[in-house]
């Protein structure tokens, strides 16, 4: 494969399927490169028709191992399948990439799978700002199912969430995940709920447990209910009920309207984390600036008042 | 009095001496009024006089009996003393109130002593932006020394120092004040220490340690040596020697160019503290605005990317 050059090269290489411009493309995203946003631009004509899986779930439930038996469930229905692994807990990128060999195992030699972890904390709006971005490279270039994973830490799961279609929460038995459930708030945010290991003690009053919690949520008619499923993603089973279940929720989504109200906020939230990270940006360089030194002056010499001069400083940055 | 109603008559009434026009201005402040720029512009040309004294110390260690005795003293070599009473931790000027009558006990009918308290948490910046503005009021208005007297807690300590041209840190036996002092970072904001209470038992201890503290800074050729002195305030002793060595501080302040240098300092942080609250109210527009869900409307379907979007989102603002 040749080395695509410029942005509209890597598009196009990238709508091709080729993996190597889909991981540059990727990689602007992650080092917030000035060519991001042409390449942001290139790409907005073709997003739009992925369907974006979140999965959460506490540490040691099982996410690399649910997401890969997933991805091979995905892959035997004949999806393209693009993967992010977010980890909110790293600042660099390096560290994931040996995580991304190991996930790799199965389907390194798959054309049809692209999986890429991804550092958020370095970023200036973390999570929010670089993984819509990184979605909808994956989403332009044609894969059918993007599947977000993070681990459930913080706010990430509920970041996660605002991001995804679909929604899955996994559990596991022996973690106290009843408790854990209520107290994170996922209760709120699963559109699917996974209880994984299901062979080990426990996965049943683990499943009966988070149904009656379930249960007890006030849900309005016509709305989503989220099955409790149980899988064992090391003998992959139980991964066609979980795809099944993702399929039927796709549907609700686009029967009900409920999937447009869904993209209509994470791009409302997109557009005004990029926002932000201007706004601030434009602050930093300002608060730095000869002309605020030069204002300063000014209102000392009574010649501006404080006023003014912020007004000045704000035009300065216009 | 008449009631001025203009504000260019509001500040020939202040710069004529009429406490009440001085109030309403900084009621202005206090209310963040829209009048508040006019206001500050007519007041800008006539500022840059005044020496801003500012006063802080742990709760107990008297700061508004030595800020009377400190006012008496300054009026008897006649001065106009314009005291600004900041409380960090009150959301409410009105509470405040009651303990501007009890401080105005000394000097009640004195036109050349106004005293205003100030709640300094309701406001968009905090101390950082409301007090530099009531500052510029007193300044303005003609009162020779303005008094800034804040509690120190938390960061108001190190504000009220980054706002003074002089910094008194006040002391008293009795509180473990040598360990506070160096905890609180107090040794490097003090331009004079006062040791108040002295004639109670650990004055003397509580003056030597924080001498030795002192010493062992690293101060450059030239620069200002803090001195260490001693008063009780509620029987008016040694608050003439504090004033002499504030002159004397004044004095030095001039001839090593400090002064101006901590003038532009201030200067600096008024303007960037209003071009950030302006800055914030800006985004609060936005980020609840008609245009954000137009905007997130186009990128959803692919006619925007969303840096464009960002981009005409914050052209909106601006």
Do not use: C
């Not at 904390?121 to 993984?131: E, F, I, K, N």
């Amino acid at each position: 494969m040749t080395r695509a050059g410029s942005v509209p090269e890597l598009v196009t290489a990238a709508r091709t399927g080729q993996v190597r411009a889909v991981a540059r493309l990727i990689s602007l995203v992650e080092d917030a490169s000035p060519l991001l946003r042409e390449a942001m631009a290139a790409l907005a004509p073709y997003a739009g028709n992925a369907h974006v899986v979140g999965i959460t779930g506490a540490p040691g439930v099982g996410k690399s191992t649910t997401t890969s038996a997933l991805v091979r469930e995905l892959r035997s229905r004949g999806q393209r399948v693009g993967v992010l692994a977010i980890d909110p807990s790293s600042p660099f990128s390096g560290g994931a990439l040996l995580g991304d060999r190991v996930r790799m195992g199965d389907h390194a030699t798959d054309a049809g799978v692209y999986i890429r972890s991804m550092a958020s904390r370095g970023h200036l709006g973390g999570l929010s700002w670089a993984t819509p971005q990184a979605l909808r490279v994956l989403d332009a270039a044609g894969y059918d199912t993007v599947i977000v994973e993070t681990v459930g830490v913080g706010q990430s799961e509920v970041e996660v969430a605002g991001l995804a279609d679909s929604t899955i929460v996994l559990l596991a038995p022996g973690m106290g995940d009843g408790i854990q459930a209520a107290k994170a708030g996922i209760l709120e945010i699963g559109d699917l709920y996974v209880v994984n290991k299901a062979d080990r003690d426990g996965a049943a009053a683990v499943r009966r447990d988070l149904r009656s919690m379930l249960a007890l949520a006030d849900r309005a008619e016509g709305s989503w209910r989220p099955p409790v499923l149980t899988a064992v993603a090391t003998k992959h089973e139980g991964l066609d009920e979980v795809v099944d279940k993702l399929e039927a929720h796709r549907a609700w989504l686009a029967e009900s309207g409920a999937g447009t109200d869904r993209r209509r906020r994470r791009a409302r939230e997109e557009v005004a984390a990029i926002a932000v990270t201007e706004l601030r940006s434009r602050w930093d360089t300002l608060s730095g600036s000869v002309e605020l030194d030069t204002l300063a002056e000014d209102v000392l010499a009574g010649r501006l008042d404080p006023y003014a001069a912020a007004d000045a400083l704000l035009a300065a940055s216009d």
